[in-house]
């Protein structure tokens, strides 16, 4: 697995978490902006993909599913990219990322997993289809059922944004980060969309965010 350092650190020694993982994978981009919201240094470790590595005895190891991201964070091991935002919210961001109050913390939990079940698999196919050419998904219909899937769920966040500046209320959180992934790989992937000028605006004050800008490349690949 090839390494790459996130930020400017002499050694691994000033690190503090490790996340593996390919910077295309929108799960992996969910932990990379997370991590740099909470203020963490951190060493991402490219794998998955064309870097290969998540067949390895160490990386069984670390996550027996085979898939990234994976978490290190001193002994702590941690796999699926919820739970690892979750993670990272709660232990280094209270107050900012996360709500300690279970009822003003559960809209956005909703959101987080909102993004997990409904729009990430919406989006799976267009992407699979119109940018990375995976021969089951280049259907000109299966497209068409992705994008109209994708739209029905964008209609539903830009109601959502109809009243507030953020997912969950007042302030940016987790629910942002989830979400923001997705709405990100929405808007730069290479079709026609219907205009969601709430959507849109939520999106730019997002990809403003410098944390925002390291986990998210740009094109979608």
């Known amino acids: 697995m090839d390494a790459r350092h996130e930020g400017e650190h002499d050694g691994l020694e000033d690190f503090m978490l490790t996340i593996w993982g390919r910077l295309s994978s929108i799960n992996v981009q969910k932990v990379v902006w997370a991590a740099g919201e909470a203020g963490q240094a951190f060493e991402r470790i490219d ?26 964070d001193g002994e702590l091991v941690l ?6 935002l979750r993670y990272l919210a709660a232990r ?8 300690e109050d279970p009822v003003r913390r559960a809209p956005a939990d909703r959101w987080v997993d909102w993004m997990q079940s ?23 219909k299966v497209i068409a059922d992705g994008i109209a899937r994708a739209e029905t769920l964008m209609t539903i966040l830009e109601a959502q944004l109809a009243d507030r500046p953020y997912l969950a209320g007042e302030s940016f959180g987790m629910a942002d980060i989830a979400v923001g992934c ?40």
């Not at 794998?47 to 290190?72: C, H, K, S, W, Y």
């Not at 990430?120 to 021969?135: D, F, N, Y």
């Open 47 to 72: 794998a998955g993909g064309p870097f290969g590595g998540l067949d390895t005895p160490e990386f069984t190891a670390m996550n027996p599913n085979r898939q990234i991201p994976v978490l290190r």
């Open 79 to 84: 796999w699926e990219s919820s739970s690892i």
């Open 92 to 99: 280094y961001a209270s107050g900012v990322l996360w709500e």
């Open 118 to 140: 409904e729009l990430q698999p919406a989006l799976a196919p267009v992407l699979w289809g119109v940018v990375r050419k995976v021969p089951a998904f280049t259907e000109p």
């Open 182 to 221: 997705g709405v990100h790989r929405w808007l730069n992937m290479p079709v026609e969309r219907v205009a969601r000028p709430r959507v849109q605006q939520w999106y730019g004050t997002l990809f403003a965010r410098p944390a925002a800008q390291a986990a998210l490349p740009l094109p979608i690949t």
